[in-house]
T-cell receptor, first 117, second 111 residues
């Protein structure tokens, strides 16, 4: 069965510090997608990134970067030079891709990130 | 148009009321989802519609009744809810095996 573990429940850092959010996943499938979503206090889930299981290239988008390592089943997310606006709950999620079956996306429990001014 | 809209934003209802949540997207997505999110918890999948047919029901109680009138619209009909059903209800849509994009949610309070 699929499982996503975000061991850090809550993290607080001072503005401009770098912070890494951990995500470890379990799946029996060889084909799957991994996601990160941001949920600010307003409640809307904002899509950040999707990675498929065959693409282990790390990705950088501005201050955000992602490190995908299949060997350790991890998909970690780093914010560089954090800002107060980065304060939110961040969810890592996993979906298995199975022929002729609709995808189910399973979320981790989320990490609540506080950026202190 | 690259967004999912949900109405109403907030809803307060009594346990004997009947109400509906509405979700709309115009991105040509053929998969639509309802998720329920309790405070300080992750979203939990309730239903998936694929090509306007219900394809996944995660053993949701019958007091929640989904409906997909067409490829752009998804409704969730509510009847005889309990206070523990109070939550944020999120709608999402995607292409098949694509990335789900979420709406802003409806905050439901059941008195």
């Amino acid at each position: 069965a699929q499982k996503v573990t975000q061991a850090q429940t809550e993290i607080s850092v001072v503005e401009k510090e770098d912070v890494t959010l951990d995500c470890v996943y379990e799946t029996r499938d060889t084909t799957y997608y991994l996601f990160w979503y941001k949920q600010p206090p307003s409640g809307e889930l904002v899509f950040l990134i999707r990675r498929n299981s065959f693409d282990e290239q790390n990705e950088i988008s501005g201050r955000y970067s992602w490190n995908f390592q299949k060997s350790t089943s991890s998909f970690n997310f780093t914010i560089t030079a954090s800002q107060v606006v980065d304060s939110a709950v961040y969810f890592c999620a996993l979906s298995e891709v199975v022929m002729n079956r609709d995808d189910k996306i399973i979320f981790g429990k989320g990490t609540r990130l506080h950026i202190l001014p | 148009d690259t967004e999912v809209t949900q109405t109403p934003k907030h809803l307060v209802m009594g346990m004997t009321n009947k109400k509906s949540l509405k979700c709309e997207q115009h991105m040509g997505h053929r998969a639509m989802y309802w998720y329920k999110q309790k405070a300080k918890k992750p979203p939990e999948l309730m239903f998936v519609y694929s090509y306007e047919k219900l394809s996944i029901n995660e053993s949701v109680p019958s007091r929640f009744s989904p409906e997909c009138p067409n490829s752009s619209l998804l409704n969730l009909h509510l009847h005889a809810l309990q206070p523990e059903d109070s939550a944020l209800y999120l709608c999402a849509s995607s292409h098949p095996s694509g990335t789900p994009f979420f709406g802003p949610g409806t905050r439901l309070t059941v008195l």
